[in-house]
């Protein structure tokens, strides 16, 4: 079996990772038992560009049960557990390509690896698969059957192609799914971002004007956990609505202009580019702090930064320290990657539990409908999406209350008042 990593001998410490995450994984479990039952997979080929972690490695073990061969990238090169890699190719034997703080070069390389051995499913977290299929092996093209996206900017990206008329194969929107986004996005993002910053710089929230250039799905998660560890959060957004539920939330909301003068800490969780740029870092306060959790590392102008520095150090790990001419120090974390991914573990394993039971059944209803679909984007299924609510819910002890039949009739009907 070929493979690239960084050393086999850290599987060990990566096989009890991986249990240790599968504890808090009972949704993904159940799926894995019925795969393994009923071999829905059988036969089909998957080739996965997804942050190699310890939870990944878990979604990679269920399709495996289900009868599944794949074949695992990493979906950024500073987001590689290379003791989980190991585990994989040791333990689990899957063929890994991907080692933390790869190149460029070796991250595009990787990828090619996985897709060498012709996938009829691409499973992709910010759809680097599908573009490097569509442009450089499109002879793999006629065989895929689908596709599948974990992540906001991979769901953008595939819409524009969609859009374009140059998708050529259906994907369906995981990221879309409501027990993704809602949880993954929020809950997931908002606590190992400020997990990432912590593990990078060790530094006070308390107190600290934090800014969170971005109050989407992930940015309000940011936000909100940014405010409980007692920072003054600072919103800055270009939607008017998004900027109007930041307000009654309770933040302030500013033009990064002026959030640039003023902030301690800065995060960029936009999906967009050049959020962070030149002349806001002309305005930043000596010693300020700024990094990224959106999925590219394009949200902070780096280029801008390193050209106009008179110096640069790396002072801690994932913390380099760039001297501007008016004297002043900025600091940029984890290279402008997902710094959640970068300097800590990512999402939280319970989080990954409904993303990643949305993958797996994902591919399963794929498979399930081959050749029915068109080459478009689609939703996940609403039925996949409640009985993950549902199982979740019944893996965590909670239950909930049933409509009564009158309640059913009310709700229904459209003649009864007062
Ligand atoms: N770090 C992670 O582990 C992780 C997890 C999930 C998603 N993501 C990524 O995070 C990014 C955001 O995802 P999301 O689900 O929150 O998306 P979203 O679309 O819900 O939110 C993005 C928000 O950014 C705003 N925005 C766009 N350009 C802006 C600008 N120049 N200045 C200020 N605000 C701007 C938009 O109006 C929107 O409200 C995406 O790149 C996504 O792929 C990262």
Redesign the pocket.
């Known amino acids: 079996m070929k493979f690239d990593i960084r050393d086999i001998n850290l599987a060990d410490k990566g096989q009890l990772r991986i249990e240790w995450a599968k504890q808090s994984m009972p949704v993904l479990s159940l799926v894995k038992e019925r795969f393994a039952e009923e071999q829905p997979l059988r036969g089909i080929k998957v080739s996965a560009c997804l942050h190699v972690t310890t939870e990944t490695a878990n979604l990679m073990d269920t399709l495996k049960a289900g009868g599944a061969e794949v074949a695992l990238c990493a979906s950024n090169p500073l987001s590689t557990q290379d003791d989980a890699a190991a585990s994989l190719v040791k333990h689990f034997g899957v063929p890994v390509f991907a080692i933390k703080g790869e190149d460029k070069e070796t991250y595009y390389r990787h990828i090619e690896s996985a897709i060498e051995f012709g996938p009829h499913i691409t499973m992709d977290d ?1 759809a680097d698969t599908i573009s490097v299929l569509h442009s450089q092996r499109r002879d793999l093209i006629p065989q895929v059957i689908a596709g599948t996206e974990e ?4 769901v953008i990206r595939l819409k524009n192609m969609e859009k374009k008329g140059v998708l050529a194969y259906p994907v369906i929107a995981v ?1 879309d799914a409501q027990t993704k ?1 809602f949880f ?2 929020r809950y ?2 908002g606590q ?2 400020i997990d990432g910053i912590l593990r990078a710089t060790n530094l006070l929230l308390a107190g600290t004007r934090f800014v969170v ?7 309000r998660g940011v936000a909100m956990r940014a405010k409980g560890m007692g920072s003054n959060v600072i919103v ?4 008017p609505l ?1 900027a109007l539920e930041a307000v009654m939330d309770g933040y302030t909301v500013m033009r ?1 202009a002026e959030a640039a003068k003023v902030g301690g800490i800065f995060v960029t ?4 580019i050049h ?1 962070l740029r030149r002349e806001h870092f002309l305005e930043m306060k000596e010693g300020a702090v700024i990094c990224n ?4 590392n394009v949200e902070i102008d780096i280029d801008a930064l390193e050209a106009m520095a008179l110096s640069r150090r790396p002072i801690r790990e994932f913390v380099e320290e760039y001297t501007l001419p008016n004297g002043r120090r900025i600091n940029l974390l984890g290279e402008g990657r ?1 710094i ?2 970068a300097s800590a573990e ?2 939280p394993a319970s989080v990954m539990d409904m993303s990643f039971a949305n993958q797996a059944l994902s591919v399963e209803f794929a498979v399930k409908n081959r050749g029915r679909l068109e080459k478009k984007v689609y939703s996940v299924p609403e039925e996949i999406d409640s009985t993950i609510a549902r199982l979740k819910l019944k893996a965590i002890g909670i239950t909930i209350d049933e409509l009564t039949e009158d309640q059913k009739k009310y709700l229904a009907s459209w003649d009864m008042g007062t």
């Open positions: 910010g992540t906001t900017t991979g990221n986004h993954d996005n997931g993002t190992s971002t250039c971005g109050y989407g799905w992930c940015g800055v957004e270009t939607d998004r990064i969780v936009t999906g967009d959020v959790s959106g999925h590219f997902l959640n991914l990512g999402h």
